[in-house]
């Protein structure tokens, strides 16, 4: 694999008026990689891709895709990307089909190319069937599928999703990770900023949290949710069961307080995270003569992680844009 990242931001500034939008940017993504941004709502996420894509030109620092420098080679980079925003840019009053054989030959195919590739995407998204209705009798989801396939119409090397599965029923973001997948499998670079913290963990090799116009966090998601730390342990006592008997059989397992709820029927406490600790807390339970209906154990999750960052919930639970 290239050493050379084919994204890249080194000390990226953006301002708006008195507000910085970015704040000295630094992220570098590497060849052929799922590459998850999350971040609060104003963080700097789709301001960054903005930049990448060169739609919006940096008031500082410099960005680079695939080597080539954002704003001084800029037309050489629009030919190598695909991007698809928030919102859908396609013209209302074409078919589908003609959206995305327009968009192939403003992508430089010629007009037998970009009809082969357009009934490819049309298939690729479940769309064959509207293919030839206007884009305004879409629905919103169909508008999405059929924006996705018009950022890949020209067969990007670096692909940029901005919340790309925003608005999308559960099977078609379903069909949408699938693509993505593929993407990666093929080599594409792929940039994903999203507000469902679970598509990040499903799809990212690696996940920056981005917050201030900064990122505050870098890693895979696994060593992310570890920094964090431990896990959480939660146990249902059966109806009758002892309490006390009860805190004093995981106490051995705990990192902190044993909190009962309001009723004295649920435990839960912090643990570190180990193989076989749920039958280890079984086991202990059962020897104190503690009748349980369940014991779960939920390891860290990216929300978690991005609650200790920011001091916020997860945007997928705020709706941050």
């Not at 963990?201 to 890693?219: H, K, P, S, T, W």
């Amino acid at each position: 694999m290239s050493e050379t990242p084919a994204i890249e931001a080194e000390r990226l500034v953006k301002r708006y008026g008195p507000a910085r939008a970015l704040a000295g940017l630094d992220l570098a993504v590497p060849p052929g990689m799922i590459y998850g941004v999350l971040g609060p709502n104003g963080a700097g996420k789709t301001t960054a891709v903005r930049i990448f894509a060169t739609l919006l030109r940096p008031d500082g620092g410099r960005a680079r895709v695939l080597g080539r420098d954002v704003v001084l080679q800029a037309a050489q980079v629009r030919r190598s990307i695909g991007l698809t925003g928030q919102y859908a840019a396609l013209d209302e009053s074409l078919t589908g089909s003609a959206n995305l054989v327009m968009i192939g030959q403003l992508s430089r195919l010629t007009g037998k190319a970009a009809r082969r590739r357009a009934d490819q995407m049309l298939a690729r998204f479940d769309l064959t069937g509207v293919a030839a209705r206007a884009v305004r009798t879409y629905s919103g989801g169909m508008r999405r599928r059929l924006d996705l396939a018009a950022s890949l119409i020209g067969g990007p090397s670096v692909l940029f999703l901005d919340e790309p599965t925003t608005g999308l029923d559960p099977s078609a973001r379903a069909m949408t990770w699938e693509v993505v997948r593929e993407l990666a499998a093929e080599g594409t670079t792929v940039l994903l900023t999203t507000q469902y913290l679970e598509e990040a963990d499903q799809l990212a090799a690696r996940v920056a949290v981005i917050d201030g116009g900064a990122v505050i966090a870098e890693g895979t998601p696994h060593e992310l949710k570890s920094a964090v730390g431990g896990a959480q342990l939660t146990v249902m006592l059966a109806a009758g069961s002892d309490l006390r008997a009860a805190i004093a059989a995981i106490r051995p397992y705990v990192r902190g307080s044993v909190r009962p709820d309001r009723d004295g029927r649920r435990l839960s406490a912090p643990v570190a995270a180990a193989e076989g600790l749920t039958t280890r807390v079984v086991y202990a339970l059962d020897a104190a003569g503690v009748r349980v209906n369940d014991v779960i154990i939920q390891r860290a999750s990216l929300d978690d992680v991005f609650l200790s960052l920011t001091g916020r919930a997860g945007p997928d639970r705020t709706h941050a844009a």
